[in-house]
């Protein structure tokens, strides 16, 4: 019984493309982040949200934008893919602030544009 | 948010004790010390986290300075599966966010 859990795993889709990932976790948290893993490996946080509230919004560019339906739920919609947007995606969640314990991650998402 | 100094990279055996280092000079009273890693095509996972005092459970041990401004993530028997790319990270009460660093990448060898 997965805690985290992306869909799709793998994407390859044309630039100019829309498309979505989409996030479920069953731990009870109140708090989900999505995460992008570039081709160097490097993990930077892109979002959060606290209760379906957005809380961290990280200069990410418009074409990106989270949806939070209800707590055990965060999605991704890219509009107008790019090139530079192949990257692994994680979504991960938490109860309160990451200080408190652990953020529980998913598999990620692998996003390939062609 | 203070920064973190890790290896690059390290090497260990299987079987042995393996001591992962982290530096974090300008580290403040309320930030605690976290440590996750992640494993070849795999999300992040949790390892350990303490604030002050050293701390273990069943996958490691933290050992914290004194001072607090080093710790060592501790694997007291390293094996294959522990290979994998090892992140130490500050987080304090105020901070909403986890933020990785370059981590260290352990090699176990058989």
Known sequence: ?????????????????????????????????????????????????????????????NRFSPKSPDKAHLNLHINSLELGDSAVYFCASSQGRPYTGELFFGEGSRLTVL | DAKTTQPNSMESNEEEPVHLPCNHSTISGTDYIHWYRQLPSQGPEYVIHGLTSNVNNRMASLAIAED???????????TLRDAAVYYCILTSHN???????????LQVFP
């Not at chain 1, 990932?21 to 490996?41: A, F």
């Not at chain 2, 607090?68 to 390293?78: D, F, G, N, Y």
């Open chain 1, 1 to 61: 019984d997965t805690a985290v859990s992306q869909t799709p795993k793998y994407l390859v889709t044309q630039m100019g493309n829309d498309k979505s990932i989409k996030c479920e976790q069953n731990l009870g948290h109140d708090t989900m982040y999505w995460y992008k893993q570039d081709s160097k490996k490097f993990l930077k946080i892109m979002f959060s949200y606290n209760n379906k509230e957005l809380i961290i919004n990280e200069t990410v560019p």
């Open chain 2, 68 to 78: 607090r401004k080093s710790s060592t993530l501790i694997l007291h028997r390293a």
């Open chain 2, 95 to 105: 901070t909403d966010k986890l933020i990785f660093g370059t981590g260290t990448r």
